[in-house]
T-cell receptor
């Protein structure tokens, strides 16, 4: 596709359930990022994949959060035993190389997660 | 921990007015990006600045990177309703380019 694609666009789940969020990056982009954005706030880094290197997981808030990436394509972010504080927009981005300044981030439109 | 503080948090102005948004940090960044985000969409990159003191212009928008590469400003001249949105600054360091630090954003509303 022409841009970063995320699915679903909206997800409502009950507290305690697991959810999977999907990201399809721009074809050929070696780097993929997940960010979280709470209402009216900036973006909070979660995890970064770059080629075959070990992912930078330093932003994951708890062990309930995990992410995988298949080669240089699709990524899934999994949240286990969801809590109400997990409610946010989860944004995925990809870049051709290792990030700014030479490789700008291209964002998808996000998945809005609501935990009831 | 690197932090970026943006001000003001909210700005509501009339069409035709000028405005400036600030992005400040105590940390030095290798580069700084400005994004604009509209409701229901992801941020879209406006500009990247990399050199201390650098000024970049994008039509009615002027971006400046501080001499010490710790702060930046975005100035909009003669704002239009189409400029309405959330403006985000983000800083990156060369040794960890994949982990940009974002400010909390400035929500701009331009009334016709």
């Amino acid at each position: 596709g022409a841009g970063v694609s995320q699915s679903p666009s909206n997800k409502v789940t009950e507290k305690g359930k697991d959810v999977e969020l999907r990201c399809d990056p721009i074809s050929g982009h070696t780097a993929l990022y997940w960010y979280r954005q709470r209402l009216g706030q900036g973006l909070e880094f979660l995890i970064y994949f770059q080629g075959n290197s070990a992912p930078d997981k330093s932003g994951l808030p708890s062990d309930r959060f995990s992410a995988e990436r298949t080669g240089e394509s699709v990524s899934t972010l999994t949240i286990q035993r969801t809590q109400q504080e997990d409610s946010a927009v989860y944004l995925c981005a990809s870049s051709l190389g290792a990030g700014p300044p030479n490789s700008p981030l291209h964002f998808g439109n996000g998945t809005r997660l609501t935990v009831t | 921990t690197q932090l970026l503080e943006q001000s003001p948090q909210f700005l509501s102005i009339q069409e035709g007015e000028n405005l400036t948004v600030y992005c400040n940090s105590s940390s030095v960044f290798s580069s700084l990006q400005w994004y604009r985000q509209e409701p229901g969409e992801g941020p879209v990159l406006l500009v990247t600045v990399v050199t201390g003191g650098e000024v970049k212009k994008l039509k009615r928008l002027t971006f400046q990177f501080g001499d010490a590469r710790k702060d930046s400003s975005l100035h909009i001249t003669a704002a239009q309703p189409g400029d309405t949105g959330l403006y985000l600054c983000a800083g990156a360091v060369r040794t960890n380019a994949g982990k940009s630090t974002f400010g909390d954003g400035t929500t701009l509303t331009v009334k016709p």
